[in-house]
């Protein structure tokens, strides 16, 4: 046990020194920071940006349709309107045709090679509608126009309003995606100082000391501690950060408060897939790590085992659509995918708790049954230098344990 | 008799169809250095880790401090392996520290100790500097007081002096000498058979995985016979010489091994009737070297 303890104790130490931690931890919240600034400053301008050239137009339809202000100059004719598009006045004209009533059809003339001055199709919208809604009642025009602002209250199965939006299932997925960093961060700085020691011969030494279990248990837990340490950095930053300039931000970009949305029994459940999620990668690395003959092999062969971890992003869009759908629920059955899956999930909705229940069940069994195969192949296969165990030989490995 | 710290009784291991050690009992005791001779793929690293607990044996039987090998016995072992290494970015104190912890010393005694070895072997002032900034040879020093700091009472040493300079070698053989006069039992696998004569109280050679010589160096000699000659020479020596069973020619030195019925004085004078200019000429013992060319050399039948 002492030793598992110092052998942790180094891993952690030598591993916070490091300057790829140091710029993940203090770096991301810092390169965050400066988005969310930038955001505020510049913000309501980016909103309101548009072309500044006018646009004119030619109305043949007889509709009657209006010109407001410099971004819509009208044209008796559409030679009048060429020789102002020429002349650099307007960027570009749209004509309304005389059938526009029947077909709908447009046409927009723009300069040669300048198609990306096409008009943009809300301002076109607005200016249609508002020809269009003349002589109706002045509310019907304003419903027309501006429009409809969507409340969406989502029931559960008492009939009672559920706290939950759009927002809320983006803090979930940035939560599951920040647990899958720190997950695989820690995993790999294991994954490598398995590696170096191996690389070094340190390993032998080591081997001489202390039993190879102990030695894996001992990197494990320093790793672990590191990635709690990294979560905890955040969590107080990003706490920080929201008593201070929460208000304006939250509002600035319509979110509602992340701490408000997290309930501990939530924070249990994150954790725990944070828990498991850590011993199964930590383990599979130290795993492959220990096979591998240097730095280039091992990163080849983890990023295979690391590809399913992040399976969720690729359905994002199912997800938001289907949270309960079977998409969703595979994937976070999957021990490999679940810790981000049911993350997300739980965001966008509320997940029957059987379900959580049996995910976290098998991604702890996967974990027990990872642990024990990487121990045994760590212990057997650290020592084997320039050449890498095939699967055979694994098997055999597996067998004689 | 000093008692024996390691007693190894007939044990084999195989790597997939490859026998690597067949059969191979010794023993190793207190204060005192035991040669492990053989040539490169003998088996005799894997003899040593199989001592170290790092593999176990197919079969026979490793009793350590008379019992078997445990994470406690290792507590008790100063082990350098042959394919060495430390921790190239960690500080030089600091690794001798750690090292030291994980076979149980307290880090304070680890620390004023470290120190201590530091200065005597002439690395007062480097306790902070990175082992990637020392020098090879200040590594290997390094290495040899990860090695000891913890005052096992069983010292295993594979190929200590490869890749050290004649200053260092010798400062490392002090420094076995001294582990030796401790009461340290010192097992040391090693190529320089010159080390070895002079260093080992007792010596195994193994070729093949098999055992081929055990015993004090006086025995593995007695049992060679005494039939060798030294001589210093300049000149040409001739490929073949009578009552000559094999030369090994160092160019202006040569050892021979004399055949049987044979005298040095025949060698002599078939020495002087082939124009070679001899200055000096000495009947001897065999040494080592010629009896580890015997046993393993290509001339021996089994190949090296």
Redesign the interface.
Known sequence: MADIFKVAKRDYLENVKRKSFLYVVFGLPLLMGVIFAIQASFGSQMTSLQFTTPVGFVDESGLGFQGNGNMTIEYATVDDAKAALLSQKVGSVLVVGPDYLANGTLTVLVREGDLTRTLNDNAMQSFLISGLVKGLPPQVQARIESPPSVRTVELDASGKPVKSNFMQSLVATGIGLLLLLTIFMSSSFLMQSVVEEKESRVMEVLLSSISAKDLMAGKIIGNGALSLTQLIVWLILSSVAIAYFGGPIMALVGAINPLEIISPGLLAVYLLYFIGGFLLYSSLLACIGSISTSMRESSQISAIVVLPAAAPLWFITVFMVEPNGQIAQILSMFPFSAPLSMIMRMGMTSVPMAEIAASLLLLFATVAVSVWVSAKLFRATILMYGQRPGITRMISILREA | MNEAVVVASSISKSFAATRVLKDVSFDAREGEILGLLGPNGAGKTTAI?IL????GQDSGDVKIFGKKFS?RT??L?G?L?E??????D?RVLETLV??A???GMPEKDAEREGKRMLAELGLAGYERAKVSELSKGMQQKVQFI??VLHKPRLVVLDEPFSGLDPVNTNTVKNLIVALKQGGAAIILSTHMMEQAEKMCDRVMMIDKGARVLYGTVAEVKAKYGKGSVRVDYSGKLPQKIAGVSRIDDFGAYAEMRIGKGARPGDVLRALLNSGVDISKFEASEPSLNDIFLEAAGPGSGSGA
Request: net charge positive.
């Open positions: 880790r170290m607990g790092i593999f994470e290792k507590k072992v082990y392996p394919e060495r290494g430390l921790y190239k960690s750690y090292l912890s994980l076979k990860a090695t």
